[in-house]
């Protein structure tokens, strides 16, 4: 009893620190203390155990962040009644944090799980050089919820949302065609059709006084939308036209409601976890028109590969699934929602980030219009030839993503202790 007694003291006096230590930690030392010596030993030795314990995490407790509060965490912040952020300009929140804090950052989710955001290039390459078969990443939650409440159309979260083998298996059946050159050349002539009704868009825009354009975002995005159905439904769908259909409408509006309510799950309390908040109700309707709204595109396509006398010609995203033996109805038509969903707001975000850069830079400009002026002729159209001579726009795009990636917020959660910018982060934390 004594034993007993003096055993559970011992932890108390080192884990009396809730907001600074996590009931993952506890338990992680818990595992690591019993298998390595025995109760008896563990006594003998409890100050030195101890301090090796409080050794192992320094830096996660010493990296700056701001204030977190018992269970809530550091998640009030983002609130729209005294939080210092607003959920819809995360990055001015990113941005002001990292100029207050340094360059990595500490906030802490719903019951006080530790989240790392770094954004030093060196701790960047070291997350990403990482050794792992399968990196681990974060998992959307309110994502993962509604497909398990939805077994009839999902097997699983998804690419996005599946770890280990299962998600492995969905990248290599699901992905291979993305970045196939032949898909993309297949579909050059309608890229090319899609970019004169896209510069007729400009010019719709443009003031005829001073022929500026004053907003362009919306008018990318509608390009990134059509590019993605082009690419994984094999079709155009309208986006581009004066005045969109009832179907393209409500497909737009899903995607954003979508990603609205993937945000206010992100930083605002779970609590879809317990009931369906109308974060969750907002996810739940959009995930449901995604998912109708791309089988309603299944059948056609599959009818017009039918009638097709050159069924390579119409080779796309969606034929490359649909044709994998390995995935069952479930996979093929959950992995078309992801692409189309994920696509659409991605592509238009690009465009319009790496026009401004270009923009704001006039000798970029210049070498740019030289390139593309000696390698295309008036009113010729791009081919593949162009694409692959054309040097200076492959460097434009690769500058873009390094100086403002579309996705800036990659997550992994790392699988051993690793050391960024000086501090060391225990296993299992995730660093953004």
Aim: charged share 25%.
């Amino acid at each position: 009893m004594r034993l007993i007694v003096a055993f559970v003291s011992t932890l108390l006096a080192a884990f009396w620190e809730p907001v600074k230590y996590t009931w993952r930690h506890l338990l992680i030392w818990l595992q690591k203390m019993i298998t390595a010596a025995d109760i008896k030993f563990a006594l003998k030795h409890k100050q030195t155990l101890f301090a090796l314990q409080r050794v192992a995490l320094p830096g996660l407790k010493d990296i700056p962040g701001p204030v977190a509060l018992p269970i809530f965490g550091t998640r009030w912040i983002y609130n729209k009644y005294f939080g210092r952020y607003t959920i819809t300009k995360i990055h001015e929140a990113y941005q002001s944090m990292f100029k207050e804090y340094g360059q990595v950052i500490k906030e802490e989710a719903f019951f006080n799980y530790p989240v790392i955001s770094t954004c030093s290039a060196q701790d960047i390459e070291k997350l990403i050089k990482f050794p792992s078969k399968f990196p681990l990443r974060p998992p959307n939650g309110i994502v993962s919820k509604y497909r398990q409440n939805t077994p009839g159309r999902y097997n699983d979260g998804g690419l996005t949302n599946e770890q280990g083998k299962a998600w492995h298996r969905l990248r290599e059946s699901t992905t291979h065609d993305m970045v196939n050159t032949r898909v993309i050349q297949n579909l050059i002539a309608d890229v090319n059709d899609m970019a004169i009704d896209y510069i007729a868009g400009i010019n719709k825009l443009r003031d005829p006084d001073t022929g500026r354009v004053q907003d362009i975002i919306e008018l990318n995005r509608k390009l990134g939308f059509e590019s993605t159905c082009l690419l994984g439904l094999g079709c155009r769908v309208g986006f581009l036209e004066d005045e969109l259909n009832p179907r393209v409408k409500r497909l737009s509006q899903a995607t954003n409601c979508l990603f609205e309510a993937l945000n206010e799950a992100n930083y605002n309390l779970p609590l879809w976890r317990y009931f369906p908040n109308s974060t969750y109700k907002k996810l739940a309707k959009a995930e449901e028109d995604l998912y109708e709204l791309a089988c309603e595109y299944l059948e056609p396509a599959l009818q017009r590969i039918e009638e097709s006398y050159e069924p390579e010609a119409a080779q796309t995203v969606l034929i490359g699934i649909l044709k994998r033996s390995d995935l069952d109805d479930k996979d093929k038509k959950s992995s078309i929602v992801d692409f189309v969903s994920s696509g659409m707001n991605t592509i238009g975000n690009t465009l319009s980030l790496l026009l401004y850069l270009i923009a704001k830079n006039p000798d970029a400009q210049t070498k740019l219009y030289e390139e593309i002026n000696n390698l295309l002729e008036p009113d010729e159209p791009i081919s593949a030839k162009y694409l692959n001579s054309a040097r200076y726009l492959k460097a434009c795009v690769q500058e873009y993503f390094r100086i403002l990636p579309t996705a800036p917020q990659i997550a992994r959660i790392v699988e051993s202790e690793m050391v960024l910018s000086g501090y060391q982060v225990p296993e299992w934390v995730s660093i953004v």
